[in-house]
């Protein structure tokens, strides 16, 4: 019996800081897109919510997370774009990045671009050919392409050491360890 509610404990403390990471997201989600200059900035401060519940959390946790911050942006926002690049990339790709750092080096970042080249085209399409926003330096065209590779590039390399340091330095000392054990 004591055993269960040790897990129960756990599952409730995991539920519950679930939750507020979602709350978290929309929030900085939210300044994103009221101050529409930090758009991409907030996606990529609210993208390490969800690598913190990949590496402490696991299971569905990031999922969760994930489609509940998405949804409650799409749904709150007063600009969506912030909600959108979320959705599309900044939520989802965390647990993205588990997967393809699994794989060889090599194949690991020609699956990384390929994924940013993808999104990069569908939001393309999506600005030209849906939504009919006409800007003669939004196109597909090299100088796009390239800007993005290596915006993501700097991304990705920065979420691993931002990464690196919370496991190294920042884990031990704020003892999160201990409040994820049954």
Excluded at 28 to 51: H, K, N, Q, R
Excluded at 99 to 113: Q, S
Excluded at 152 to 161: E, H, I, K, S
Aim: charged share 15%.
């Amino acid at each position: 019996m004591a055993a269960k509610r040790g897990g129960a404990k756990l599952g409730t403390r995991k539920l519950a800081v679930a939750a507020m990471l979602c709350a978290l997201g929309v929030v900085f989600l939210y300044v994103g897109a009221v101050i529409e200059v930090l758009d991409l900035t907030m996606v990529a401060v609210a993208s390490l919510f969800i690598f913190f519940a990949v590496m402490e959390m696991g299971g569905a946790y990031p999922y969760l997370i994930y489609l509940v911050t998405a949804v409650l942006s799409l749904l709150l926002l007063p600009s969506k774009f912030a909600a959108g690049a979320y959705l599309l990339f900044g939520g989802i790709y965390p647990v993205l990045k588990l997967f393809f750092e699994k794989l060889p080096t090599v194949l690991g970042w020609a699956m990384k671009l390929l994924y940013c080249n993808a999104i990069v085209s569908l939001l393309l399409w999506v600005s030209l050919f849906l939504l009919h926003i006409e800007d003669p330096d939004l196109g597909f065209n090299l100088l796009t392409y390239g800007l993005f590779n290596v915006t993501f590039v700097l991304y990705d390399v920065a979420a691993t050491q931002l990464v690196t340091l919370y496991l190294v330095r920042l884990r031990k000392r704020l003892r999160i360890e201990r409040f994820f054990e049954k």
